[in-house]
């Protein structure tokens, strides 16, 4: 793809998901290559996350704010989020085909990886507007936040061919309750070591 696709793809998937979806889900790229994909989006992801915490130290803990280890660790972090990911995949794969979906597991993998992209640019502009214009940049990752699962249904939807964005929307419901069992129980693994040298990596 070259840097207009890419920029028409971008600006289609804010504004026509359904069709940016189609178009994707045409896109053949090896497996393998999705997943390295993935693994950079969590790395990079996380190093934007942590150069954000360096900017905006969270407040001190004396004040009662809490920052678990795994998101004062870019290392932590970055697994924490592929494992996230990963997962995400695959729940949207399985409880979608169990409930009449026809996605592939490509299918589902190569559109996960797209809105990391978008997700890691869009942290990027808001790194950026952060420094400058604080409630604007709050204000974008709000509406951001919100349009991103609106995004999510649709491409969930297009990828199982399923008639309707609820149906989609129901496997999110429960693709996300599964991910969060999984992630707390992954967090209070994590919680029970002594990471008092690993954060500081």
Do not use: C
């Amino acid at each position: 793809m070259t840097r207009f696709d890419i920029q028409s793809l971008v600006f289609e998937t804010i504004r026509s998901p359904s069709t940016a979806a189609a178009r994707i889900l045409q896109i053949n790229l090896p497996k393998e290559w999705l997943w390295m994909a993935l693994a950079l989006m969590s790395v990079l992801n996380a190093m934007v996350y942590s150069v954000s915490l360096q900017l905006a130290p969270p407040l001190d803990p004396a004040d009662g704010i809490f920052l678990p280890p795994v998101l004062r660790s870019p290392v932590l972090l970055t697994l924490f989020l592929f494992a996230a990911l990963g997962l995400t995949v695959v729940m949207l794969h399985k409880l979608g085909r169990a409930m009449n979906g026809a996605a592939s597991l490509y299918d589902i993998l190569i559109l996960i990886t797209w809105l990391q992209v978008l997700r890691l640019a869009l942290q990027l502009v808001m790194l950026v507007l952060s420094l400058f214009i604080p409630a604007f940049g709050a204000l974008l990752g709000l509406v951001a936040t919100v349009w991103g699962v609106y995004i999510l249904a649709v491409f969930v939807n297009v990828a199982h061919r399923y008639d309707n964005t609820m149906k989609s929307a129901g496997v999110m419901v429960l693709s996300f309750l599964a991910i969060a069992v999984g992630m707390s129980v992954l967090m209070g693994l994590l919680g029970g070591f002594n990471m008092g040298e690993i954060a500081n990596v």
